[in-house]
């Protein structure tokens, strides 16, 4: 099912693909010779050694001045202890004025106190020390930054290892950046400009147009894909399938989500009549037998009423799908009012309590002003809970205008397509609810009397290679 415009958008969204990955190509570096390769090599590693002396002669000076620091930190914390010591002695004998006679327990207390003092003075010395050496630490880590920054301006990578293993981990991080490099390459952000676009969509319009499109449906394409995608940046990788995304939410918003008619009758009061159009040769009577079909499925007893009473063996051919499905017919002679027919059938209905009622008329081209207002006197008549028309899907926009000018004369509800499994194009499927304003409900997929399938936007979209 729509086998040939899932080709024909394959190869265009392809096309704009190639074409915008391939201006964003970032330009290849030439390939280094192996003389070129080993140079580098050895500047490296000669640039590696510079760094290592200037670090040495860095790390001299910071311990030089490390040392002195400490020094003066033992100096002070010296002459402080001693003048709390001799402050001590002095509060115990009474001051330095007084004779120094004082007895034995006196120099135990004293000794015990300075003792104390001691203990105290090396915790305060030895906190001291450890607080220099952090500071001094963290200066030096400071230093070392400051250092490290100014190689890396020269381009010059420090290391404290030996050569050797120097040149092993610069061959990871070279490793590490070229996957980086990669990465970014994968992800290089893209984007259609206003004449990428026009030129992508002018290749969309005729693939479009030759699948039967609608052309109001090809220009609401044309502004709804310009604004998902013009000027909106992505990752290159991403492009194609950000095209078919932002396709596939177009064409879904188009086409309008079937309400479930079978719930419909359900809870509707009964008979619950529909009447069914279409022009001839359109599948419209097997369809409305499929329809039957499914009815029945779901414990719904309904009846036929034959009235088309224009074509020749339209009767015979209602009737013999009537007796495959156990389905009475109601029916008149060949000329009679179909409006008459639908009237007595639903007045069977009502007799038998029969849940619907499903009229059957003549095909008729949208262009027959005579027959289009025969059709408007079955509606008043039957006054139906439901129009609904019955298209092919394989005419394409002939369909789309049918049920354009079906809708106009007598307002349809809702839409079936037959002939969907043949049909390699989808122009139909993508415009007709779109055009119309109604939902399609059904599409005819066989000849079989199961062969009615429910309408489902997403599998239209998949159909189409879109998902």
Do not use: W
Request: aromatic share 6%; net charge negative; proline share 3%.
């Amino acid at each position: 099912m729509f086998g040939f415009l899932k080709d024909k958008l394959k190869k265009v969204i392809s096309s704009v693909a190639d074409k915008i990955k391939g201006k964003s190509e970032p330009p290849k570096e030439p390939e280094k010779s192996e003389q070129q390769k080993e140079a580098e090599k050895i500047g490296d590693f000669l640039e590696i050694e510079k760094a290592k002396e200037h670090m040495a002669i860095i790390e001299r000076v910071e311990e030089e001045e490390r040392r002195e620091k400490q020094k003066e930190a033992e100096e002070a914390l010296t002459t402080e202890e001693r003048q709390e010591i001799e402050k001590d002695v002095e509060d115990i004998i009474g001051g330095p004025s007084e004779k120094l006679a004082f007895k034995e327990e006196d120099i135990k207390k004293l000794e015990k106190k300075s003792k104390g003092k001691k203990q105290d003075k090396d915790i305060e010395k030895t906190e001291l020390t450890l607080t220099t050496e952090t500071l001094t630490a963290e200066a030096e880590l400071e230093e070392e930054k400051e250092v490290e920054e100014e190689l890396k301006e020269e381009k010059i990578e420090i290391k404290k290892e030996f050569p050797e293993e120097i040149k092993e981990e610069k061959k990871e991080k070279k490793g590490f950046f070229a996957k980086l490099k990669e990465k970014l390459t994968e992800t290089f952000q893209v984007k259609l400009d206003e004449d990428d676009f026009s030129e992508f969509f002018s290749q969309l319009e005729i693939v479009l147009m030759e699948n039967s499109v609608a052309l109001d449906v090809i220009d609401a394409l044309n502004k709804k894909l310009k604004k998902e995608l013009v000027n909106k940046p992505m990752p290159k990788k991403e492009f194609e399938n950000a095209v078919k995304e932002a396709l596939a939410n177009s064409i879904d918003s188009l086409m309008i989500e079937p309400f479930d008619i079978v719930e419909e009758i359900k809870n509707a009061k009964k008979p619950y009549i529909i009447v069914f159009f279409g022009i001839n040769g359109s599948g419209k009577t097997t369809t409305i037998a499929k329809f039957a079909h499914l009815l029945q499925k779901e414990n719904l007893s309904c009846v036929l009423a034959a009235a088309d009473t224009f074509r020749a063996a339209s009767i015979e051919q209602l009737e013999k799908h009537g007796s495959k499905l156990g389905i009475k017919v109601i029916k008149h002679k060949y000329g009679a009012d179909p409006a008459a027919v639908a009237f007595d059938a639903i007045a069977h209905a009502k007799s038998k309590a029969i849940d619907v009622v499903l009229v059957d008329t003549a095909g008729r081209m949208h262009t027959q002003a005579n027959l289009m207002s025969e059709m408007e006197k079955i509606v008043r008549v039957a006054k139906p809970n439901m129009k609904i028309f019955i298209g092919e899907s394989i005419v394409g926009n002939d369909a789309v205008e049918q049920a354009k000018s079906f809708n106009n004369s007598i307002g349809i509800d809702a839409i079936i397509l037959s002939k969907a499994d043949v049909d390699e194009k989808g122009g139909a499927a993508i415009s007709v609810s779109y055009i119309t304003g109604k939902p399609i409900l059904f599409l005819g997929i066989g000849q079989d009397y199961d062969d009615l399938e429910k309408f489902n936007k997403h599998k239209i979209i998949k159909s189409l290679g879109l998902e």
